[in-house]
């Protein structure tokens, strides 16, 4: 049977064969399975896993489940463990710093191009999802709040344009998912955060670029600020390895 390599290095069977088709999948289904259940804190940082334990609760071989497990120790999400099987990554404060200098640089540029967008579909997109978003806040619903801003950065990044960059700010954003939902309880960060958004998506719209670049940088930082502050007095102390 011949085989293709991937961007992670992993042997692939090509698609044009339907037992390939359905190793395919089933390393999706493990793939989504698992980054769900560990993104939602189902699986604690730090706690281990077995392909034979996935494989068993989805009812499939361990072949697609370790081929799973490649892919999400690539995107920073597992670690393997010597006769231990694999362990759920903990995000240290480095890796926090990391993936903000990235979101810093990256996020403020496509800012910067959504503002050059012409698309008055995308545009009107933009402007009703962050009427939604307050309009979340002022009924105390975390919930629709939470979509609401995956939905508006969703559109900024689409009408910058650049795939690429988009993809990468995405990857991280999953990276950093399970301690956002912590971070967004804490008092008055919804409000502070629509503000900050409100003023970006105002420069957007008005054509802004440089406006809207400095004030996602500034959005930005003011996140990574109190996030650090949170990890550093609230969570880290309490845990050994990370979170």
Request: hydrophobic share 35%.
């Amino acid at each position: 049977m011949q085989t293709k390599t991937n961007n992670v290095g992993v042997k692939e069977p090509r698609a044009n064969k339907s037992g390939s088709n359905r190793t395919t999948t089933l390393q999706q289904k493990a793939y989504h399975f698992i980054k769900e259940k560990i993104m939602n804190r189902h699986l604690k940082p730090g706690s281990c896993l077995t392909d034979g334990q996935v494989a068993s609760e989805l009812g499939m071989s361990r072949t697609p489940v370790r081929e799973a497990f490649r892919l999400l120790e690539y995107e920073g999400f597992l670690s393997s463990c010597a006769r231990r099987g694999w362990q759920v990554y903990c995000l240290s404060l480095k890796d926090i710093q990391e993936i903000f200098d990235i979101k810093e640089t990256l996020e403020s540029m496509l800012a910067r191009k959504a503002a050059e967008c012409e698309d008055e579909r995308k545009r009107g997109q933009l402007k009703r999802t962050m009427v939604r978003m307050k309009k979340s806040v002022i009924a105390n619903d975390y919930e629709a709040w939470r979509k609401a801003d995956v939905e508006l950065h969703g559109v900024l990044l689409a009408m910058s344009g650049n795939g690429r960059a988009s993809r990468i700010i995405c990857d991280l954003n999953d990276q950093w998912y399970r301690i956002r939902l912590g971070l967004m309880a804490m008092q008055g960060r919804l409000e502070r955060s629509n503000r900050e958004h409100e003023v970006v998506v105002e420069k957007i719209l008005a054509g802004d670029g440089n406006g809207a670049e400095r004030h996602m940088r500034d959005h930005l930082h003011n996140l990574r600020e109190e996030l650090e502050r949170l990890l550093l007095h609230v969570i880290l102390p309490y845990v050994e390895t990370g979170v």
